[in-house]
């Protein structure tokens, strides 16, 4: 299984790291502190892959993203979803202090191990939490012999 778009560590995340620890910022009070946040590359949004008996479940979190926001598409054995999670509006009197919460558009493709039947691929959005469920064909799901 493949899965698609993931962000690397590269040394964006080591500098970044570094200008973020108490140790380099104790001689340079707020001036490393307020580093931005984009230099640290994430994996946004997470999300599990289990394949069971009669179908492969993927999870993903994303919330604060509107269901309306959320895109899923499957194509020959590779299952994309895809969205936006909008940043708030900042304040002209507010100045952020910290952002570690990402926002802007996402898009995550995973293949898939198995063969799935696309007319019953379901999905269900609760709670920040997408739930897709891919049933598998029937010629490749288990099947037991009977030895005669």
Avoid: C
């Amino acid at each position: 299984m493949v899965v698609r778009y993931e962000a690397v560590p590269s040394v964006l995340d080591a500098v970044h790291d570094m200008l973020e620890s108490e140790t380099f910022n104790m001689p340079f009070p707020r001036v490393f502190s307020e580093w931005p946040r984009f230099a640290k590359a994430e994996v946004f949004p997470y999300l599990n892959i289990a394949e069971r008996k009669d179908d492969i479940q993927v999870v993903m979190e994303i919330p604060g993203v509107s269901k309306e926001d959320v895109k899923v598409h499957y194509h020959d054995g590779v299952l994309t979803i895809s969205g936006e999670r909008k940043s708030p509006e900042v304040k002209a009197e507010e100045r952020m202090l910290r952002q570690e919460i990402t926002y802007g558009p996402f898009s995550r493709s995973v293949e898939l191990p198995a063969p799935v039947n696309a007319e019953k691929i379901s999905a269900e959005y609760t709670n920040g939490i997408l739930r897709v469920i891919l049933p598998k064909l029937e010629e490749v799901k288990p099947k037991e012999i009977v030895v005669r």
